[in-house]
């Protein structure tokens, strides 16, 4: 009987030190800097069961306005008619946009396609994870996505591409032998990854046209990416400006211009690595420290594009804001352009 204790005691302690105790060790960074009225955040979800749009849209509501999203993009997969087309509307706070049209370029990071790559036996663990914090048992299924983010910048030499972080569709946690599981649920996902959309002017009442100005936006890049979970990224800014000029040079803009600065805001309380990143290549990393800016003098004509990590985060590794491009210099001569060349 004894023996049996033993061994039932042993188990439990091998099940607390594989779920519970990786999971102390993961905090989301405080950052109490208010999201300037320049941006607005929200989410992307692709890929999504058009049937389930409408029967999820309290769900999809609740957990938006709770969680301040003033914006959430659902774009269908392909099995739609020909009749579906944009559509937009006011739930409470947010703006619930439904497009058929391909939100970016490419997902850099994609969620539900995170959570299908997990094993059998890994995918038990993620899950009695989720039922203590959701949010670190979602960050542990994703990978550094290194490999996309290396297919897009080769991709962006040949034009201008958009890079997004998306949700995904619906599920994609579920347990073996489980066919109905649609874990995660919309507000754990909604607290993972974000997308903050730079605008020109504040969103009106009418859902139409403030879904224009939403998509014109993304489809510019005027947006940088952010894994929520690990900080929320309000304050954060990057702009290029063009020497001996006012312009302001934004995210996934195209200019003919390369010579200027390119300055990158980080004004958090907790430390951050900022890296610039020139056609596909690390050219420059800023020092860690906490409430920052980084100001690089831009001499050559390039692809650009910055990363920011968080060291002293449980998961240091993953990018946490990654921009869209500046296209800086002429369109043929960056398509021609070796990797890596001045």
């Known amino acids: 009987m004894q023996k049996k204790l033993r061994l039932s005691a042993l188990v439990v302690l091998v099940l607390f030190a594989l779920l519970v105790v990786p999971i102390m060790r993961y905090r989301k960074e405080a950052n109490l ?8 955040k929200g989410v992307v979800a692709s890929a999504v069961d058009p049937t389930k749009m409408s029967a999820d849209r309290e769900t999809i509501c609740r957990a938006a306005n709770e969680l301040a999203l003033q914006f959430v993009i659902l774009s269908p997969d392909g099995n739609i008619g ?4 944009d559509a937009a509307s006011w739930c409470k706070n947010t703006l619930i946009i439904e497009s058929p049209a391909k939100i970016a370029d490419i997902d850099l990071v994609n969620l539900y396609d995170s959570l299908r790559k997990v094993s ?30 290396s ?25 073996p032998g ?5 874990l995660p649920s919309f507000r754990s996902m909604f607290e993972i990854l974000t997308v903050y959309v730079r605008i020109d002017r504040e969103l009106v009442k009418e859902p139409g046209k403030s879904m224009e100005m939403v998509m014109n936006a993304v489809k510019a890049g005027h947006f940088f990416n952010a894994i929520e979970a690990i900080a929320a990224a309000n304050g954060f800014d990057a ?17 003919p211009r390369f010579q200027g600065k390119l300055q990158v805001d980080t004004p958090f309380t907790f430390p951050t690595r900022v890296m610039l990143i020139r056609n596909g290549e690390k050219v420059a990393t800023a020092p860690s420290s906490s409430r920052g800016r980084s100001v690089w003098d831009i001499a050559n004509p390039g692809i650009y594009r910055v990363e920011v990590y968080v ?3 449980h998961f240091a590794n993953l990018p946490w804001i990654v921009t869209n491009p500046f296209y800086l210099g002429t369109a043929n001569h960056l398509a021609n352009r070796p990797s890596g060349s001045e």
């Open 311 to 313: 060291p002293g985060n």
């Open 82 to 85: 020909e009749s579906f087309s």
């Open 151 to 175: 297919q897009w910048d080769l991709n962006c030499r040949t034009g201008r591409k958009t890079g997004v972080f998306s949700l995904g569709t619906e599920g994609g946690l579920s347990l």
């Open 33 to 40: 800097t208010s999201l300037p009225s320049r941006f607005i």
């Open 239 to 255: 702009r290029f400006y063009p020497v001996e000029s006012a312009d302001v040079i934004q995210m996934g803009d195209m200019d």
């Open 120 to 149: 059998r036996f890994s995918r038990v663990i993620h899950v009695s994870r989720y039922l203590f914090n959701s949010s670190y048992a979602l960050l542990s299924a994703i990978d550094h996505p290194r490999d996309s983010l």
């Open 178 to 182: 489980v066919t109905k599981s649609t």
